[in-house]
């Protein structure tokens, strides 16, 4: 078991917190106009993956606390939050070289203590603004996120600005740091640079335009330097019981900053979703381009697993590009007494977007319901490859709570 004295302290901590906290609710007033919000939030883990290139398959069982505090008053807030994850079981490859060679896939979620938010922030009447070590997801975390699905969250450290007029808004983000989710230990554990997330909405009631200008120029991550413009549409059209929602996307990439590979790609995406009688059926088609071959289009800020299959193959694009052709079908219901499920079931067909490769076929299958407080999700992916990487299985059974 290999975890830090940080690491036992908060978990120990948040385990004893618990059940002091179980009914909290609105912040506790501890002065004159003076609030205080306590922030918990536990979450148990076991992952497995198994890879033919492997000759053992990789298992976890890890356990991840945040614990923090909120403080304000009037328009101003102070916000500070470590995070801990420990590793109870630890036959996997957690990223981390220094643990030497381990024959298991990648499972990465490595052992980790360190401050996950430290930010100052005042909000006024349609607008505020945030400075310090923040979380910053913007629209469905796409381009930006805090890949929240690993254990170890992606923050910023940033200054964020926001407001909001009429049917318009605005955001705008200017960071210096990328804190990772490969942990305290790893020597990725950030990334430096000079990073400009510029974001605008207009909601038409019948229809949502955004449009956006993502530039990340790292001091050593050359490779994934890029400038982004693009923007994308969305709606929804009732027909009696049945309702559907339409979008559609498109931007364009080029290198930036000292990046030594010259490129131009694009990026699209269309999907089409129909919602009757607690039923989602949703039609998608994403393509991250390529220049030819040489360099495709990327997203080093986004929430990756969200997007392009649970096996985790393109986290980053391949050079020779993305075309991910799926469907997913989705189901809510409630078994009275008891709680409400949401399931879920995507099939995707993966290829290239330059040499005409067949990638791949995947199929995806989610299950959540809540138990009391306490979040359940069980997650499966199975990858069958053909011309890119390896047959790959995962399987997450995880429970969580939090306020």
Do not use: C
């Amino acid at each position: 078991m290999r975890y830090s004295l940080g690491t036992s302290v908060l978990l120990a901590s948040a385990a004893f917190a618990t059940p002091a906290f179980a009914n909290a609710g609105d912040p506790v007033e501890i002065g004159e106009g003076v609030t205080l919000d306590p922030i918990l939030d536990v979450r148990f883990r076991i992952e497995t993956a198994d890879q033919p290139t492997f000759p053992d398959n990789a298992s976890s069982v890890t356990v991840r606390a945040r614990a923090g505090v909120q403080i304000a008053t009037g328009g101003f807030s102070i916000l500070a939050e470590a995070e801990g994850t420990a590793a109870l079981a630890d036959d996997y490859n957690d990223t981390i070289a220094s643990n030497g060679i381990e024959p298991f896939p990648v499972i990465a979620d490595p052992d980790s203590f360190d401050l996950n938010r430290l930010q100052i922030a005042y909000k006024g009447e349609g607008f505020g603004v945030t400075a310090g070590r923040q979380r910053v997801i913007l629209d469905d975390a796409r381009f930006v996120g805090n890949v929240g699905w690993r254990q170890n969250e992606q923050t910023l450290d940033a200054i964020r600005g926001q407001a909001s007029f009429g049917p318009v808004s605005l955001d705008a983000t200017y960071a210096i740091s990328q804190r990772t989710i490969f942990g305290s230990e790893s020597p990725n554990r950030s990334f430096d640079g000079d990073f400009v997330f510029l974001n605008g909405k207009v909601d038409l009631s019948a229809v949502k335009l955004t449009a956006y200008s993502y530039t990340v120029d790292y001091d050593t991550r050359l490779a994934f330097s890029s400038q982004t413009f693009g923007g994308e549409a969305a709606g929804t059209i009732p027909a009696g019981p049945l309702k559907i929602s339409l979008r559609a996307g498109f931007a364009t990439q080029s290198d930036a900053g000292q990046n030594p590979t010259s490129y131009d790609a694009e990026y699209l995406v269309g999907e089409a979703s129909a919602q009757i009688s607690g039923f989602t059926l949703r039609l998608q088609y994403e393509e991250l381009g390529s220049d030819g071959g040489v360099a495709a289009f990327q997203t080093p800020f986004a929430t990756a697993h969200k997007f392009n299959g649970f096996a985790d193959l393109f986290l980053a694009t391949p050079a020779s590009g993305l075309r991910d052709t799926n469907v997913r079908l989705g189901k809510k219901f409630t078994i009275p007494g008891l709680t409400t499920f949401n399931a879920s079931v995507t099939y995707h067909e993966f290829d290239s977007d330059f040499g005409g490769v067949d990638y791949g076929t995947e199929i995806d299958g989610v299950l959540g319901f809540k138990v009391g407080p306490v979040a359940i999700l069980a997650k499966y992916a199975n990858y069958q490859a053909d011309g890119f990487a390896v047959d790959t299985e995962r399987f997450t059974l995880q429970a969580g709570i939090s306020f």
